[in-house]
């Protein structure tokens, strides 16, 4: 006999003894009642042994039927375990998301947006993980993580890179700086100021010595910080000035001072994914989460 046709008995024996009656079961299962009692008889036939006696016009289970109806009790509830995560799922609210996201956009903006899409997907647990530019390529390529942020769209091996989003990297001051009454900073304004940079290895950081370089201004080179939100601390603190990624200012205005800076260099945001396979449904809804949260702070920058 059929799988199929087996959990239809077990249905049915299952309705019977939380119903107490072929009657009621039928109506629990939207069948006829003849159809129930078939069911009950095949299923004894089949196992081999009576699961009802019949008294004064009632069904009472027998003890082998009891016993039984445990082990059934629990495989439907199995069932609709695995349906009701099935159903979670489907809406969103039940799931983990691992995220690997560059400093930029970790410390600050994503723990925010998050938070929000959490909220609105209560059951959904959320992983953040904090690294550079390089390894956040690599988690997701490798699949440790779903999805990264990164703060180049340049291409990486084994991921597929969305640009979201670029903004022009600002001057920071410290408070009181002379400069600081000035809407937008020069190169020549920096000229021998101490200076904190990044990195040597750093595409942001050859991009500004290169505007220095071109300028022959020379600067006094005090410190190098990978980390914007360090840098600013330096800043704070009066051991120079310095030109960092946009995001991370947005945070930092009651310690710093913050300045355009011209000639204008582009920072630039992006998303990566494995290109090894499509993002699952938990994924994908995150991705047009952000680029919505992305659009709406495009917004409140321009009004």
């Given at each position: 006999m059929e799988w199929g046709m087996k959990s239809r008995q077990l249905e049915a024996f299952r309705a019977v003894i939380l119903r107490q009656s072929i009657t009621r079961a039928a109506e629990m299962l939207h069948i006829t009642q003849p159809a129930v009692t078939r069911l009950i008889l095949d299923l004894e036939t089949e196992i081999g042994f009576s699961l009802f006696t019949r008294e004064k016009g009632r069904l009472f289970p027998t003890s082998d039927a009891l016993l039984l109806y445990q082990e059934v009790e629990r495989s439907f509830v199995g069932v609709e375990r695995i349906a009701h995560a099935a159903q979670q799922i489907r809406s969103l609210t039940r799931g983990s998301l691992n995220v690997a996201a560059a400093p930029a956009l970790a410390l600050n903006l994503l723990p925010e947006w998050i938070t929000d899409f959490t909220q609105a997907h209560e059951g959904v647990t959320v992983s953040l993980l904090i690294h550079g530019t390089k390894l956040v390529g690599e988690l997701v390529a490798s699949e440790q993580c779903d999805i990264g942020f990164v703060t180049y769209t340049t291409w990486q091996p084994g991921v597929r890179l969305e640009a979201l989003f670029s903004a022009d990297m600002k001057c920071i001051l410290p408070k009181g700086h002379r400069l600081s009454r000035k809407r937008i900073i020069t190169p020549e304004d920096l000229a021998g100021e101490k200076f904190i940079s990044m990195p040597r290895e750093y595409d942001t950081r050859r991009i500004v010595d290169e505007?220095?370089?071109?300028?022959?201004?020379?600067?006094?080179?005090?410190?190098?910080?990978?980390?914007?939100?360090?840098?600013?601390?330096?800043?704070?603190?009066?051991?120079?000035?310095?030109?960092?990624?946009?995001?991370?200012?947005?945070?930092?205005?009651?310690?710093?001072?913050?300045?355009?800076?011209?000639?204008?260099?582009?920072?630039?945001?992006?998303?990566?994914?494995?290109?090894?396979?499509?993002?699952?449904?938990?994924?994908?809804?995150?991705?047009?989460f952000v680029r919505e949260k992305v659009k709406e702070r495009s917004g409140r920058r321009r009004s």
């Open positions: 505007i220095f370089a071109e300028r022959q201004i020379e600067r006094v080179m005090s410190a190098e910080c990978q980390l914007s939100a360090a840098i600013a601390t330096f800043v704070a603190r009066g051991a120079g000035v310095s030109i960092i990624d946009p995001v991370s200012t947005d945070y930092l205005t009651e310690r710093v001072s913050v300045h355009d800076f011209a000639p204008a260099i582009p920072f630039e945001y992006g998303v990566v994914t494995s290109d090894r396979q499509a993002p699952s449904r938990l994924t994908t809804a995150f991705m047009e």
